[in-house]
């Protein structure tokens, strides 16, 4: 990494070569059409003792369409001065930005480092809850020992690739690549996930916990796009109101015409005036006179 710009953020920190990169074997692939970034939620050292973190990251940068780079979890000074510049945290090899990439991928080891994987995201500027994230965030993928019981950390994440890793991911990684290629959202990404956990289910190629929880990712995705919708309909009345109505948003088309709905509105008016007049309790019926 091209270390120029966080010339004056290394010298102040204890160890500076856990976040310049630049080791012996360091794969960088770039101008690459999909930019993943392979996150390790826990410091240098540790992380890079990882054979799995090794093994993983090279049978992606095998992908021909796909540069894997590598970000770990700052120390407490490297973070101190993070916040205090404002800068966010950065891949190794690059130096760019994590909100920079396309894929943000963390592996989960143990339960003790949930806490850095939201930290992490923070500190990238990434909002950490997925019903936060929009159409433009990353993709932030989860995998790892901890995610066989992915529902503490469901909220943080779009989606988990529960198992091993070597063929899951690279399979995963293609098919949302050739969805980006077709133009196709997020949401619609995780559809066909999910419709691929399902088909690898009914093959006997995976558990029925991976469809579980492709199609719970799935749904929450079209949850986050339901509230925000809503917020923007929302906004919009505000808008309307605040110009004392008769204003309408030329991007938002009505549902049915207009004539329709004063019609709709004209017979609720009468049904609640008609509703709001007494009405005479039914005559009872006088029991027959005795003979």
Not at 158 to 166: K, L, R, T, V
Request: proline share 6%.
């Amino acid at each position: 990494m091209k270390t120029d710009r966080y010339a004056a953020l290394l010298r102040r920190v204890e160890k500076p070569g856990r976040y310049t990169g630049g080791e012996f074997g360091e794969v960088y692939k770039e101008n690459m059409p999909v930019r993943m970034c392979f996150c390790f939620p826990d410091t240098y050292e540790i992380g890079m003792s990882n054979l799995g973190m090794k093994i993983l990251t090279g049978a992606l940068n095998r992908l021909d369409f796909l540069g894997c780079e590598r970000c770990f979890a700052p120390w407490a000074d490297m973070e101190a001065e993070l916040r205090k510049t404002g800068t966010k945290l950065f891949a190794l090899e690059s130096g760019d930005p994590l909100d920079a990439f396309d894929v943000v991928a963390f592996t989960m080891q143990y339960e003790l480092c949930y806490t850095n994987v939201v930290n992490m995201l923070r500190l990238a500027g990434i909002p950490p809850l997925a019903r936060d994230r929009g159409e433009d965030a990353p993709l932030i993928l989860g995998g790892g020992p901890c995610t066989y019981n992915p529902e503490p950390m469901a909220d943080f994440f779009d989606i988990f690739s529960i198992g091993e890793g070597e063929e899951a991911l690279p399979e995963l990684l293609t098919l949302y690549y050739e969805c980006r290629e077709n133009g196709m959202s997020k949401r619609e990404f995780l559809r066909r996930a999910a419709e691929i956990a399902r088909l690898q289910y009914d093959n006997g190629y995976t558990d029925y916990l991976t469809v579980l929880d492709a199609e719970r990712q799935l749904f929450s995705a079209e949850l986050s796009l339901a509230n925000a919708l809503r917020d923007r309909l929302n906004a919009v009345v505000s808008v309307c109101m605040a110009l004392g109505g008769g204003w309408q948003d030329p991007n938002v088309k009505p549902s049915f015409p207009v004539a329709d709905a004063e019609e709709l509105v004209k017979a609720h008016d009468a049904a609640g005036q008609k509703a709001s007049q007494p009405v005479a309790a039914p005559a009872k019926e006088q029991p027959a006179a005795k003979q």
